[in-house]
């Protein structure tokens, strides 16, 4: 923190003492050097990819330096909400989720950076997450990584209880049923697919696999669609997998899941401290790509710390057919970045957007197992179990709606509401109806 | 112990004595109301205006910000939700304050009764317990409570009501709010006990004396002499516990996190933080504020009211 206080006077010292002459983006040269601040959301991005862009950034631009500060997801809106209006305060390069973005690309809250697209990668770019970014066909944001989702499962018990990987929705769906009921190492609480009652971001798998969406833009208004019949389809196969398929409680939201695959376990809070040790009590779980460094048999890593390493016999991946036997249409985790539109140094923060998408960082990405923004690029994530599953499953994967008022809907976590009455049995079309009425006005920014 | 044979001091004479007027009564309160004006003044100040806009994240991002009067007020009063919330946050502050002063006075009287060295423990647990930042204190009770390891569950299904193994504290609002008033009156508890303990120590012994041997029962001696001659410190602590209670913010907002249903939970604090920081609705979640602080107002106007009838006799 006191980096950063610090880089914040520096900042204003600057910026009081001289008038910035305003770049035009004529010459890189005539930019007056400065520090400019990056703020990453969670740990995704690891201390080598950081290292590479606080070191490139210096060396490509003498005299000015780059800090990266690290921001909670789950302070992040409250964070942007409060930072970016204010110029004296503002990150000059920010890491949004890609469901955020939309919210503040309508208010204008970042800079327009259309006349960077084709130099940044253009139609490579993955557009899923360019269209999330943009407002009235101009790029605000642009895509940063793309992760996905697919299941993790114990073959062993799989195996044990007689049953074969699924090949289409329906089979997974009634195999997991099987799995819970078997429960072949009698275990109390025990889950064939553990999904928490308030996990719609696993959830709404179902309703995207069988042709539904969350909500449509009629015109100028966004319209929530859990009644269609489609989503109706989605969510009844899903309350089944609740009732007889998963033992999670019902307000468990998507948190560390895998803390129910491994054999035994440690919950840990966000400091690092262990809050409480688990146990085998889940045949399946969905969890984003990166969740298999967390899973495994426990051994020692290189720095005497315990580690998990992944053992085949035991452990599977395995991406969520849909109803054709291709990849589902997952829900695509991942971030976009943009540029602050209060930033004192846009220049500066041009410069480092030229070293995020080059070649080379766009392949630390994937060589850090993040999806690269840049689709050319894929190729970088390697080839094992994995990445495969990565690729096949983002294939096909889809993103939440880019309506205006998306974060306030996520923020008032009305959608963990609605799941976790899904989840405790409650009348699936009723209930539909009853939350597309309060979603409707919040799509539209009219909270309340 | 002469204290029978002596009597009771006369009552002062209510003579009226012309006070002087000087100014450094006046100047001795100055410096605390700068300080509350500079402190609070501008926050508050910001927050009524703000109230009567329309400002929202567009505003915060720089679109100009309309004026529209009492519409946010007219639309909290048409909003069935507040006052769901409203009832169930006066209800919690009620219950709450009411058991902690209860729970708070018994542990004060335990204190005043037992020697020294229990008294000792009886403090040092109290304190610990007080001393403990929320946070912290959060992190251990969500462990206690939780559903699949949690001892609470452990120590319960081991009793025989196998019905625990698994069940979840959170998910209901009902046990909700019974999780979320233990946490609460065991933190606020030793705040009162020190409290009304420090109040305990100033009530005579001679008159409690005099009053065993004009046979006072026990709870004669509470309700009719410990109690009354305290008055004045439970009303102060009640006080607070009722503006504290109602208030009430981190513990319902970290429970919220560990699970739960927000919009079955949300009290007062909860609801303004949701407004405000989740749906970017500053101006409602300013109205909601304001509406607040005349609530907190209401709630302690028993104890303004007595300070003005004291001042009066």
């Not at chain 1, 041009?350 to 060589?367: C, H, M, P, T, V």
């Not at chain 2, 981190?250 to 249903?261: C, H, N, V």
């Amino acid at each position: 923190m006191a980096v950063g206080a610090a880089a914040t006077l520096a900042l204003t010292a600057c910026s009081s003492s001289t008038d910035t002459p305003e770049g035009d983006g004529t010459s890189a040269g005539a930019v007056e050097a400065a520090d400019i601040t990056l703020w990453l959301a969670g740990g995704d991005t690891n201390d080598d990819l950081r290292a590479y862009l606080v070191d490139t950034f210096a060396a490509e631009n003498p005299g000015s330096t780059l800090t990266i500060e690290e921001q909670p997801w789950g302070d992040l809106d409250a964070k942007l909400t409060t930072a970016l209006p204010d110029a004296n305060n503002t990150p000059d390069v920010v890491e949004v989720g890609n469901t955020q973005s939309p919210t503040y690309t309508n208010v204008g809250a970042f800079l327009d950076i259309s006349d960077m697209y084709d130099e940044l990668g253009g139609d490579d770019l993955l557009q899923s997450f360019v269209a999330a970014g943009e407002v009235d066909g101009l790029n605000y944001t642009l895509p940063y990584y793309f992760g996905s989702r697919y299941m993790f499962v114990r073959k062993d018990v799989w195996a044990e209880a007689g049953l074969e990987m699924p090949t289409t929705l329906d089979e997974f769906n009634s195999s997991v049923k099987a799995i819970a009921a078997a429960n072949p190492r009698g275990i109390d609480n025990f889950s064939g697919f553990f999904l928490g009652g308030q996990d719609w971001r696993n959830g709404i798998s179902w309703i995207f696999a069988n042709g539904g969406d969350l909500a449509t833009k009629d015109g100028d208004e966004w319209v929530s669609t859990l009644s269609d019949p489609n989503s109706i389809t989605g969510l009844t196969q899903l309350q089944e997998i609740y009732e007889s398929a998963s033992n999670a409680p019902a307000d468990a939201k998507d948190a560390s899941p895998w803390l129910y695959l491994n054999d035994t376990d440690e919950a840990m809070d966000a400091d690092g401290a262990v809050t409480a040790s688990t146990s085998l009590a889940a045949a399946t779980i969905m969890a984003p790509g990166w969740a298999h460094w967390s899973i495994g048999d426990l051994v020692t890593g290189e720095d005497g710390k315990p580690a998990r390493e992944w053992n085949d016999a035991t452990f599977g991946v395995l991406v969520l057919p849909g109803v054709d036997g291709e990849p589902a249409p997952v829900f695509a985790g991942g971030s976009n970045i943009g540029i602050s539109a209060k930033s004192e140094h846009p220049e500066l923060a041009k410069a480092l957007l030229r070293i995020i998408f080059s070649d080379e960082y766009q392949q630390l990405l994937g060589g850090a197992g993040l999806g690269p923004a840049n689709q050319t690029m894929v190729s970088s994530l390697g080839d094992d179990q994995f990445a495969q599953a990565l690729i096949a499953s983002a294939s096909n994967s889809k993103l939440t709606p880019a309506a205006p008022g998306w974060a306030s809907v996520e923020s008032s976590k009305v959608l963990e509401e609605f799941f976790s009455k899904i989840s405790t049995g409650g009348d699936v079309t009723a209930l539909a109806q009853e939350y597309d009425e309060k979603i409707t006005p919040m799509l539209n920014g009219n909270a309340g | 112990m002469p204290a029978l044979t002596r009597a009771a001091p006369p009552p002062p004479p209510q003579t009226r004595r012309r006070r002087r007027r000087t100014v450094v009564p006046y100047a001795l309160v100055a410096g605390a109301v700068a300080i509350l004006v500079l402190a609070m003044g501008y926050p508050l100040g910001w927050q009524v205006v703000t109230s009567l806009k329309e400002f929202g994240l567009e505003q915060q991002f720089g679109q100009p910000a309309e004026f529209v009067g009492l519409r946010n007020y007219a639309a909290l009063a048409t909003d069935g939700y507040l006052w769901t919330v409203v009832a169930r946050s006066v209800a919690f502050c009620l219950v709450n304050a009411g058991l902690t002063l209860a729970v708070g006075i018994g542990i004060a009287l335990l204190m005043n009764a037992v020697g020294r060295f229990p008294r000792l423990v009886l403090q040092i647990s109290m304190l610990l317990a007080w001393a403990m930042p929320v946070v912290a204190a959060m992190t251990v009770w969500r462990w206690l409570f939780d559903w699949r390891r949690g001892v609470v569950n452990w120590l319960l299904d081991a009793a025989g009501l196998h019905g625990f193994s698994g069940h979840n504290w959170l998910e209901r609002p009902a046990s909700f709010f019974l999780v979320a008033t233990i946490i609460v009156v065991w933190m606020s508890v030793p705040f009162v006990a020190f409290s009304v303990y420090a109040g305990l120590t100033q009530v005579s012994e001679e008159v409690l004396e005099a009053a065993q041997l004009d046979g006072a029962s026990a709870r004669q001696q509470l309700t009719g002499i410990i109690l009354p001659m305290i008055r004045p410190v439970l009303s102060i602590v009640l006080l607070l516990q009722l503006i504290w209670d109602l208030r009430v913010f981190a513990q319902i907002k970290m429970l919220q996190d560990a699970g739960s249903t927000p919009s079955e939970t949300n009290l007062l604090g909860t609801y303004i933080y949701q407004l405000g920081t989740g749906s970017s609705d500053f101006g409602m979640s300013s109205a909601v504020s304001i509406f607040v602080l005349v609530l907190t107002v209401a709630l302690s106007s028993f104890y303004i009211a007595a300070l003005l009838r004291e001042e009066e006799t």
